[in-house]
């Protein structure tokens, strides 16, 4: 298995609280990514990362940020939680070659209350 | 901008017969790469199946093959004599060689009943 993992893995916070995903490897990849998913949507890229402070958004990154001070750690805050970001988020990374397959984590389950 | 295009219903399809799920695209690139993922109900996404753009046969993996039309931009998964545990959500995914990024469809719903 591909050394990637998500922590936590499901998060209750209420609306307004800063909120703080980690995304953890392994494996030296290059680009890193985080999707939410959601029903009838499928993944939505938030942010993306092709490099240590190398990142840039996504299609539905209001009201999200995210860094990358190290290959290993790529970080999604929610600055202020809302309702609207209750969702399953999960990190993907993947290697240089445009052939490499992305490895997906557990995912994070969230809900904003 | 990358599009990836899943409009298919829920399907349901019967044990042992086949299924294709339709995948459309839309890229101004001329070298990118097409991804099909797994996701069972218990959430994990699972890699099935690539293609390259220049790649002049179908890719096939198993039970898996990629019917890839590159004139009409479409990129369909074929799955081969479906067993109950294709049950699952699939799902399309591209990325194109000056874009970093990976985008997916919405996603095709397969029920296998025996």
């Known amino acids: 298995d591909a050394g990637i993992t998500q922590s936590p893995r499901h998060k209750v916070t209420e609306t307004g609280t800063p909120v703080t995903l980690r995304c953890h490897q392994t494996?030296?990849?290059?680009?890193m990514y985080w999707y939410r998913q959601d029903p009838g949507h499928g993944l939505r890229l938030i942010h993306y990362?092709?490099?240590?402070?190398?990142?840039d958004k996504g299609e539905v990154s209001d009201g999200y940020s995210v860094s990358r001070s190290k290959t290993e750690d790529f970080l999604l805050t929610l600055e202020s939680a809302t309702s609207s970001q209750t969702s399953v988020y999960f990190c993907a990374i993947k290697g240089t070659g445009l052939n490499t397959e992305a490895f997906f984590g557990q995912g994070t389950r969230l809900t904003v209350v | 901008a990358q599009k990836i295009t899943q409009t298919q219903p829920g399907m349901f399809v019967q044990e042992k017969e086949a299924v294709t799920l339709d995948c459309t695209y839309d890229t101004s690139d001329q070298s990118y790469g097409l991804f099909w993922y797994k996701q069972p109900s218990s959430g994990e996404m699972i890699f099935l199946i690539y293609q390259g753009s220049y790649d002049e046969q179908n890719a096939t993996e198993g039970r898996y093959s990629l019917n890839f039309q590159k004139a009409r931009k479409s990129a369909n998964l074929v799955i081969s004599a479906s067993q109950l545990g294709d049950s699952a959500m699939y799902f399309c995914?591209?990325?194109?060689?000056?874009?970093?990024?990976?985008?997916f469809g919405k996603g095709n719903q397969v029920v296998v009943i025996p």
């Open positions: 995914a591209m990325r194109s060689y000056g874009n970093n990024r990976l985008a």
């Open positions: 494996e030296n990849h290059r680009y």
């Open positions: 990362s092709y490099g240590v402070k190398d990142t």
